[in-house]
């Protein structure tokens, strides 16, 4: 069953160091756990690492045995095949069985063909289990806010493609679906129930319009705010969940600043430099704040003929900052798609670029 896993990182520094190159590769195919940022050899050492730079990527036409491999690299069979398990689910490596033992080679030859043969697949797979947006987005037509501003920052993205597979006890299309994108990690556990925490968010996700934020979501679902974070913060990292600035609050934020403001620095302070007389704030807002009357529905209808970005401009006079939430990326189901299908085809593009260094380094090697 085809199976990738994708990690998102800097392209490497250099174009000629082969063996970081093969480390690159590694790393960004998930193809051992994460070394700890103090490892000597940078992984050039390890089982995996050898099997690519000595065997695989050194000589790409040639098949290699299980027990060859064994003996040249000091592991006992099922330790190579445990070591081969994701290149081959990935369709960069093939078996074939003869005289009793699996025989392991690069599918078509070489790396480039490796490469070309683990993208269209992963590219198809892709597209295909994306289709079930179609069926359970249910975020309306009118999802954008009347500001847009850019996500708070993007973290690099983990990404998973997998094969289609039927589904076990306790488990629904659309949890199998989260598994196998990545949306419940790399190991769901008891996640992928189609009652889960993580499910349930996802589907809030899926049927709200507006950005949702942590406290929003933990209250709605009765789940602990420091987890409902995580599994939030998990979804973003899979480029399909992104943080944004809730726009759509403006009003509450303006009124806790503006009421703020008022009580530590008074009138005065609001008028010349918290924006008052800068922006001409209409002279009722002030007698509501002296009243104590003053309400987020009173600012929004004071405010209702200013543009959006000088109300903007406004809170960041009055020191104010907007509260962050949580929506599924696009302001429609195909954005979604379009933007998962971009993340997926920027990584193998880069795999593509240091495949190719891989293989012209490995001639002069």
Known sequence: MFDLRLDEIPLPASKNDREKLISWLIDTLCLHRRRGENAADDGTFSPIHRVLSEHLFMDPSKGYETRELAENLGLTPAAIHHHFVRLVSAGLVSTSSGKGWKNYYLTGGSIEKAISNMKARAQLIHSQRLEIFDEVWNRGKKVAMKIELPPDGKPSALLRVKEWGPLEEGESELSRFMADIGLLGERPGKEIAADSLSVRIFEMLLNSGAP????????????????????????????????????????????????????????????????????????????????????????????????????????NLLGGRLPLGHRLVGMDVSMLKQKSMDDLNRVIRRIEKVGQLVAKNSLVA
Do not use: H
Request: charged share 35%.
């Open 212 to 315: 949702i934020s942590i406290d929003e979501a933990a209250k709605a679902l009765d789940g602990p705010k420091p987890r409902v974070g995580r599994i939030l913060e998990r979804f973003r990292s899979t480029g399909m969940v992104e943080r944004v600035a809730r726009t759509d609050r403006l009003s509450t934020a303006l009124w806790s600043a503006m009421t703020t403001q008022y009580m530590r620095r008074g009138e005065d302070w609001l008028l010349k430099k918290g924006g008052f007389e800068r922006l001409s704030i209409p002279n009722s807002l002030l007698k509501n704040l002296k009243k104590g009357t003053c309400k987020p529905e009173t600012i929004e209808r004071a405010l209702k003929s200013m543009d959006a970005k000088d109300q903007m401009l406004l809170l």
